[in-house]
């Protein structure tokens, strides 16, 4: 009888903690911080295009680009940014030349593509809600 009892405790508090996990995977945690600003370096340093967006598939399309690609090669998809970035040393060597992509459908979102000499170096993304 008792094992029993057990076993429906623990029953309840697994569909009660799975009910409090799914309400937890609801939840945009950066809605719980404070609003912040974006940090100096990810202030446009020069506005290029003002109704620069960056689509679905274009953002797609740069995934799959290699890093150490050819400028040219990543500019083709990505075309015309809205505005460039400070630069910023990335590692020991040449320092990153930035530019700025808000995505079209979360302008709130913005992809960064670094360079390096020329070079395709990597990307991130800068979260301005």
């Known amino acids: 009888m008792q094992q029993r009892s057990h076993n429906a ?5 697994l569909a009660g903690g799975s009910v409090v996990a799914a309400f937890g995977l ?3 945690p950066r809605a719980l911080l404070p609003p912040t600003q974006p940090v100096a370096a990810e202030v446009c340093q020069e506005i290029v295009q003002r109704q ?6 274009k953002l797609s399309r740069l995934l799959t680009v290699p890093e150490r690609s050819n400028k040219a090669a990543v500019r083709q ?3 015309t940014p809205y ?9 020991s060597g040449p320092t990153a030349q930035r530019e700025a992509y808000p995505l ?3 302008p709130q979102t913005w992809l960064i593509v670094l360079y390096e000499d020329n ?6 993304f800068s979260f301005r809600h």
């Open 9 to 13: 405790n623990l029953k309840y508090l």
């Open 26 to 28: 609801l939840i945009d």
């Open 52 to 57: 620069a967006r960056l689509s679905r598939s």
């Open 77 to 79: 998809i990505v075309q």
């Open 83 to 91: 505005c460039t970035l400070p630069p910023l040393r990335v590692r």
């Open 104 to 106: 079209e459908f979360d």
């Open 119 to 124: 070079e395709y170096a990597g990307y991130s």
